[in-house]
């Protein structure tokens, strides 16, 4: 800054704007870091089983049998 002379006063002159260097104005450091956020607990629902029971096709272990093994003779 520089001084100037007003009326038999000294009186300071800015010249353009600037950073504030008061310590009023800065900006406080951080002590700690804070907390990790906490996970929400999973919610667990357990399904009930229906309430009319589960279809049981009458063929259902048809579809799922095996045929019979037949022997084939090699081709040699």
């Known amino acids: 800054m520089e001084m ?3 009326a038999g006063g ?6 353009g704007c600037g950073t ?5 104005s800065k900006i406080p450091a951080a002590w700690a870091c804070p907390p990790a956020p906490k996970k929400r607990p999973a ?3 357990q ?11 009458p063929d ?3 579809f ?3 045929a019979p093994m037949t022997r084939r ?3 040699a």
Do not use: D, Q
Not at 10 to 15: D, I, Q, R, S, V
Not at 20 to 24: C, L, M, T
Not at 47 to 57: A, D, I, L, Q
């Open 43 to 45: 919610h667990v629902k």
């Open 10 to 15: 000294t009186m300071a002159l800015e010249e």
């Open 64 to 66: 799922f049998a095996r």
């Open 4 to 6: 100037g002379e007003i």
């Open 20 to 24: 504030p260097r008061h310590s009023g």
């Open 47 to 57: 399904k009930e089983p229906p309430k009319n029971g589960y279809f049981h096709p």
């Open 73 to 75: 003779e090699a081709c």
């Open 60 to 62: 259902l272990e048809v």
